[in-house]
């Protein structure tokens, strides 16, 4: 099973819909956990971090249950350029590295 | 600022040879990462560095894969006798070592074994 597991997609959605996205984790001590974006043939960029207490960023929401191992991401009102891949990034528990567990990555497009 | 460099872009080479690939992170970044990805998946670790030493290498598939950071900047990532399954967008991140989560990625090498 991998540590991170995500639907890859692709979600296809006019502008203006909400979208979700969620994803899992195996590793219950793992510690921090993130959304990145990586735009086609770009290097991943941090979109946001995710809290227990859930977090927002303008039209972005994350959610994060420890309990049953499971990240959200929300995005409301899509914009054109919100088409990109979305990652889950966890950080595993148990040891002093800062190494990022990556998922396969979720594909969004935007539609016109 | 500079960003998180890489070079070369692209590196096309044969089943068998060395390749070297260089990453020159953010200026203070004391923390560097190697990753690679395949297509259609997310990256994959490779090895960390805090500062000159590796802090965790877990990721290495195998011993014909090495990276050093001799002076605590700029770092090359090794490997030897290709194969092709290493081709893959080899990355490379750096972050402030308290910027828990957060990793600066460069361009990537496009590394391709024929």
């Known amino acids: 099973r991998k540590e991170v597991e995500q639907d890859p997609g692709p979600f296809n959605v006019p502008e203006g819909a909400t979208v979700a996205f969620n994803c899992t984790y195996s590793?219950?001590?793992?510690?921090?956990f993130f959304w990145y974006r990586q735009d086609c043939r770009k290097e991943p960029k941090l979109l946001m971090s995710?809290?227990?207490s859930g977090n927002e960023d303008g039209r972005f929401t994350a959610q994060l249950n420890r309990a049953s191992q499971y990240i959200s991401l929300l995005i409301r009102d899509s914009k054109l350029s919100d088409s990109a891949t979305y990652l889950c990034?966890?950080?595993?528990?148990?040891?002093?590295?800062?190494?990022?567990?990556f998922g396969t990555g979720t594909l969004l497009a935007v539609q016109p | 600022g500079a960003g998180v460099s890489q070079t070369p872009s692209n590196k096309v080479t044969e089943k068998g040879k060395y390749v070297e690939l260089r990453c020159d992170p953010i200026?203070?970044?004391?923390?560097l990462y190697w990753y690679r990805q395949s297509l259609g998946q997310g990256p994959e670790f490779l090895i960390y560095?805090?500062?000159?030493?590796?802090?965790?290498d877990s990721g290495l598939p195998n011993d014909r894969f090495f990276a050093v950071r001799p002076e605590g900047s700029v770092s090359t990532l090794k490997i030897q006798r290709t194969e092709r399954g290493d081709s893959a967008v080899y990355l490379c991140?750096?972050?402030?070592?308290?910027?828990?989560?957060?990793?600066?990625f460069g361009p990537g090498t496009r590394l391709t074994v024929l």
């Open positions: 200026s203070g970044h004391t923390a």
């Open positions: 560095f805090q500062g000159t030493g590796a802090a965790d």
């Open positions: 590793n219950s001590a793992s510690q921090s």
């Open positions: 995710v809290y227990s």
């Open positions: 991140a750096s972050s402030l070592i308290d910027s828990w989560g957060e990793q600066f």
């Open positions: 990034v966890v950080i595993p528990g148990g040891g002093a590295t800062n190494k990022l567990i």
